[in-house]
């Protein structure tokens, strides 16, 4: 729980006192997002359980 709170207060300042370096990283920081949002939202791309990537081969031709 401490830990959480310096990483949130050390957050504030790097916002607060160096706004323009940030803002100027944030591009990359979404390119670096991309692969953890894909592998998250995807959950492994159906190892899951995940009925979107599953077929259904019950032999019904209608």
Same mark, same amino acid.
């Given at each position: 729980?401490? +830990? @959480? %709170?310096? +990483? /949130?207060? /050390?957050?504030? =300042? =790097? +916002?607060?006192e $160096?706004?323009?370096?940030? =803002?100027?990283?944030?591009?990359?920081? @979404? +390119?670096? /997002?991309c692969? =953890? !949002? $894909?592998?998250? !939202? $995807? $959950? %492994?791309?159906?190892?899951?359980?995940?009925?979107?990537h599953?077929?259904?081969?019950? %032999?019904?031709?209608?």
């Amino acid at each position: 729980m401490v +830990l @959480i %709170g310096f +990483l /949130a207060f /050390a957050l504030l =300042l =790097l +916002l607060t006192e $160096h706004r323009a370096h940030v =803002l100027g990283m944030l591009p990359y920081l @979404i +390119l670096l /997002a991309c692969p =953890l !949002m $894909h592998f998250f !939202m $995807h $959950h %492994g791309h159906g190892q899951s359980g995940d009925d979107r990537h599953q077929h259904n081969h019950t %032999g019904d031709s209608k």
